[in-house]
């Protein structure tokens, strides 16, 4: 099965930095990677996703960015606003028998808090 | 066009009791999966649904079931309950069963355990 590593646990900066979030998987056959955002008390919410054929994506301040052969892929954002602060969660398809069946397997989650 | 519906949102059970989550997807999507949320292990997968059917499992017990109608609404029993599930089970839709198919999720229930 696949297994997401997301790295760091917790993240502080200050508004207007970047804030960078890595997740590394383990099954080569995933070709989908989602970035969700969920508020305290709220769903998670999908902020960017990549496909396996693009190496990077961007929306506004947010870009994910994907190297296959290292199997990992990240979260960029910058310009960080105070409403940025969150859990951030990765994830990737669990692949068996060539088609995941709407398993995502989640990585650990990201506090980002970002201070005025 | 309306989001994923759970019901209810907060459930306060007590040990050895059942307890069934609704959830109805956004109209059109066939696929139904529910995950998991707990702080210690984060987001785990419990199974998905497709046209009514089954089609993947997470590694829970055999307490933990689901069903799906025809219209696509899908619900999970967990009977006999223990402390340790109390937790924010949240279900996700999609329009389809592949891999690249986005999933939306749903508020949640959150159920406790006395």
């Known amino acids: 099965g696949e297994n997401v590593e997301q790295h760091p646990s917790t993240l502080s900066v200050q508004e207007g930095d970047s804030a960078v979030i890595k997740c590394t998987y383990s099954d080569s056959a995933s070709n989908y990677f989602p970035w969700y955002k969920q508020e305290l008390g709220k769903r998670p919410q999908l902020i960017i996703d990549i496909r396996s054929n693009v190496g990077e994506k961007k929306d506004q301040r947010i870009a994910v960015t994907l190297n296959k052969t290292a199997k990992h892929f990240s979260l960029h954002i910058t310009e960080t606003q105070p409403e940025d602060s969150a859990v951030y969660f990765c994830a990737a398809p669990f692949n068996a028998g060539g088609t995941s069946y709407g398993k995502l397997t989640f990585g650990q989650g990201t506090i980002l808090t970002v201070h005025p | 066009k309306a989001g994923v519906t759970q019901t209810p949102r907060y459930l306060i059970k007590t040990r050895g009791q059942q307890v069934t989550l609704s959830c109805s997807p956004i109209s059109g999507h066939r696929s139904v999966s529910w995950y998991q949320q707990t702080p210690g292990q984060g987001l785990q997968f419990l199974f998905e649904y497709f046209s009514e059917t089954q089609r993947n499992k997470g590694n829970f017990p055999g307490r933990f079931s689901g069903r799906q109608f025809s219209n696509s609404r899908s619900e999970m029993n967990v009977s006999t309950l223990e402390l340790g599930d109390s937790a924010l089970y949240l279900c996700?839709?999609?329009?389809?069963?592949?891999?690249?198919?986005?999933?939306?999720f749903g508020a949640g229930t959150r159920l406790s355990v006395l």
């Open positions: 996700a839709s999609s329009l389809g069963s592949g891999s690249k198919n986005i999933q939306y």
